[in-house]
């Protein structure tokens, strides 16, 4: 999208003559895009929610969905929902109404991760894994499984992962700070390196494994990422971890716009540098860690949508992060849905269809701006 | 009002000394104007009085206070800088990048008030970029963009301004503009200090001057006592030729001795 076109859509342009009132003047041609813009996205978010629970191996109407989710949103006896079949009921609000949730802050998660790696790094190339947690989730992920504590308990696998992307975060920093400083190029190298050391472990472990075809199977099928058979519990996993992270990315907006602006010009503003990337990257890492955690490793989120929002609404973060969220919701249930629906009633892995998508549109954006070179 | 003091500040990067010995004191109501050949230190020093950099001798004084006492929004509420480059490789509009210039004066959670607003609007049309408020930070020519910056130090209404060589980039006009808004702020009864290139608008502009080659500090104090021709001779090794313009401001000349 070229300049041009992104700037009819923010309706942006200068001032004629001299500034007479400029402050009204911004406001006035700024709010109402964004506020359009932002209204869109929330409404092809709810419009995706209702997608996701109404489609799938069995088809049940988008209007008894919708009856469901307001009868259990609004106060008791507002909607009439007696006469809807049991089987609906179980199906909507036990098996999908969960799968979509998670999608959903799944898909949130990793864009708010992503956009933030991606301001912090001042690199279009870099996503939530760059510092190892993806690494770092899979090889916890795969110990649970090939030491059998995955089956014992629907708890072990996201809690082996959940600490092994936090341990590899913990590693790749400890190694890149040095007196105080974590120059964030020795941060980038450090959890590009240690992701290659732990993915080698992660094989080694698998190949120790593979005389045991489920285990095998049940490895590699968690490492091509998935949201079948997620839970309410899932869902109250992973919530807290990516409220917790937007919380996070939340109040460190105006900073993460300074950053861009390079370290110095940021710190001379009144930024505390080091606090700000430490706290970053652990709202950050929690996001992730929670999310390889509850679906395994998916690709491309964290990357391309925070680009798509750039686009269409500029690079600063105060923008980017909410709308990056809803995107990312969007895109990852209706992601989820592709992968339901295809084959059905088979269902395709999820990390293939993100990277179906993604990395097509990735090339599209890159040939898109051959002249210019992607920046932020 | 505000005062920065230098006392036996030294700087090493893996034993080599970017400036030692230095004792300076910069008072409010000054242009201070540093000057010195290539790698003489005036960079270091402008970081070591923003505490950018940590001096590894002596002491960063704002206020009679350390500089390491205060938290860093302190020290961006008191100390502005404007460094050399000023590449902004992001599509922020001009009036965002100046508005950045609020940042200290904004707690976490501050939204921008009416008074911020001002400052942002007042800002730029002192630093001339009025106009160019929707503009994006990327299609700028490399002067409007020092003056962007410029406007982004002025809107954060700090008492002390830094600057790094401010008009490197800039034409005659825009040139002349800056010195003249630095010289304007200095008489409203800011601290200014500006590393520059351009002996004659030091002589021009400044009130004051601080000389230094190799790290050190060569010659300070008022203007027409330290640019002397021996001195400019010894320290840039050039020969110089000293006449004055007609309002009274010294002009140098300057030119290459042939080899003996």
Known sequence: MSPAFRRLLLKRKPPEGGTQNPSCA??????????????????????AIIAGISFGSANIPPSIVSRVLLSKVLPDGWINISD????????????RTPRVLVAAFVGAGLAIAGAQMQGLFKNPLASPDIVGTSAGGSFGAVLAIALGFASRSIFYLPLFAFIGSLGSLFIVYQIATQRGRTPTATLLLTGIALSSLIGAATSLVISLKFYSYEVA?????????GLDSRTW???????????????????????????LLGEEAAESLGVEIETTKRIILTGAALITGAAVAVSGIIGFVGLVVPHIVRLLLGPSHKRLIPASAFVGATFLIMADLIARTLIKPEEIRLGIITASIGAPFFLYLLLKHKKESITL | ???????????????????????????????????????????????LMTGLLTPGEGEVKLNNKQLNEYTRREIAQNITFVPQDTHIDFAFTVKEVVTMGRHPHLG?????????????????????????????????????????????????????????????????????????????????GKTVCIALHDINASARYS??????????????????????????????????????????????????????
Not at chain 1, 84 to 95: G, K, P, S, Y
Not at chain 2, 16 to 29: D, I, Q, T
Request: charged share 25%; aromatic share 8%; hydrophobic share 50%.
């Open chain 2, 1 to 47: 009002m505000s005062e920065i003091v230098l006392e036996n500040v030294g700087y090493e990067i893996e034993g080599r000394w970017l400036v030692r010995n230095v004792n300076v004191s910069l008072k409010a109501g000054n242009f201070i104007s540093l000057i010195g050949p290539n790698g003489s230190g005036k960079t270091t020093l402008l970081r």
């Open chain 1, 26 to 47: 911004s406001i006035m041609r700024f709010k109402p895009n964004t506020f359009l813009i932002f209204a869109l996205l929330i409404v092809l978010l709810v419009f």
């Open chain 1, 217 to 225: 199977v049940q490895i590699l099928f968690w490492m091509m990422g």
């Open chain 1, 84 to 95: 809807i079949n049991e089987t609906d009921f179980v199906v909507i609000w036990l098996i």
């Open chain 2, 108 to 188: 976490k959670f501050g939204r921008e008030t009416a008074k911020d607003r001002e400052a942002v609007n007042e800002a730029l049309e002192r630093a001339d970029v009025a106009d160019l408020s929707n503009r994006y930070a990327t299609e700028l020519s490399g002067g409007e963009r020092q003056r962007v910056i410029i406007a982004r130090s002025l809107a954060t209404e700090a008492d002390v301004l830094l600057l790094d060589e401010p008009t490197a980039n800039l034409d005659i006009a825009h040139a002349i503009d800056v010195l003249e808004l630095c010289r304007k702020l200095a008489n409203e």
């Open chain 1, 233 to 259: 519990i899932h869902v109250f996993m992973i919530a807290p971890f990516v409220i917790i992270g937007s919380v996070i990315a939340g109040v460190f907006l105006r900073e993460l716009d300074l950053m």
């Open chain 2, 207 to 260: 009130n004051e001057v601080i000389l230094m080659n190799k790290g050190e500090i060569i010659s300070q104090g008022l203007t027409e006592n330290v640019l002397k021709e021996d001195t400019l001779n010894e320290v840039f090794q050039v020969c110089s030729d000293r006449t004055q313009s007609a309002d009274g401001k010294p002009i140098f000349t300057f030119y290459r001795a042939s080899k003996m």
